[in-house]
């Protein structure tokens, strides 16, 4: 059974930096790529960025210069990190498996608030 | 950045109704690799995380009902349902991923009277 869960702080201050887990069971990451996406609240989604099966990566220019996506394999964890959080980076973030998004976490949602 | 425009934001039908819901790109959507079109519609029904209705632009994903239909071609790209159901009340979005960064349309809500 494919799953993915992310954990999160729920809560970061602004100009603060915001880490998230992905933890996958199901699958292999090895096999498939691993998208990060989120929604503002009332707003649309955005894609972040995804790491591909051997590792690489590919950002959002949008974010690429404050997002970096890792991973460990073993673990079956994903790992998103977002510096300089602002309030407008409040959202729902979701982990997405494969470029179809066939697979959703059920999402976590960060606050940013002083 | 590739920008899909879903221009309806809500539809409300009887049960048994075609619905149709479009999607626009500002690019062309065709994959050199297979000479299709790189455009995946999802369903996200209230409480649930979204799930894929069709790929490629007319490929139903497993499992969807064959009331689903995808098609279009370039630009311009429609998701029919040709009798709607009770439980086909959702968001409908588009999604890219001929480029990166991904993209999506804004939504259709569809809500049955």
């Known amino acids: 059974q494919v799953q993915l869960k992310e954990s999160g702080p729920g809560l970061v201050a602004p100009s603060q930096s915001l880490s998230i887990t992905c933890t996958v069971s199901?699958?292999?990451?090895?096999?498939?790529?691993i998208s990060w996406i989120r929604q503002p609240p009332g707003k649309g989604l955005e894609w972040l960025g995804v790491i591909w099966t051997g590792g690489g990566t590919n950002y959002n220019s949008a974010f690429m210069s404050r997002l970096s996506i890792s991973k460990d394999n073993s673990k079956s964890q994903v790992f998103l990190k977002m510096n300089s959080l602002q309030t407008d980076d409040t959202a729902i973030y979701y982990c997405?498996?494969?470029?179809?998004?066939?697979?959703w976490g059920q999402g976590t949602l960060v606050t940013v608030s002083a | 950045e590739i920008v899909l425009t879903q221009s309806i934001p809500s539809l409300t039908v009887s049960a048994g109704e075609r619905v149709t819901i479009s999607c626009k790109s500002n690019q062309n959507l065709l994959w050199s690799g297979n000479q299709r079109y790189c455009l995946v519609w999802h369903q996200w029904k209230p409480g649930q995380t979204p799930t894929p209705l069709i790929t490629w632009t007319s490929d139903r994903y497993s499992g969807v009902p064959d009331r689903f239909i995808g098609s279009g071609s370039v630009t311009d790209f429609t998701l029919t349902i040709s009798s709607v159901q009770a439980e086909d009340v959702a968001v409908y979005f588009c999604q890219q991923h001929l480029h990166i960064p991904y993209t999506f349309g804004g939504g259709t809500k569809l809500e049955i009277k």
């Open positions: 199901g699958f292999s990451l090895t096999s498939y790529d």
């Open positions: 997405v498996r494969d470029a179809w998004f066939a697979y």
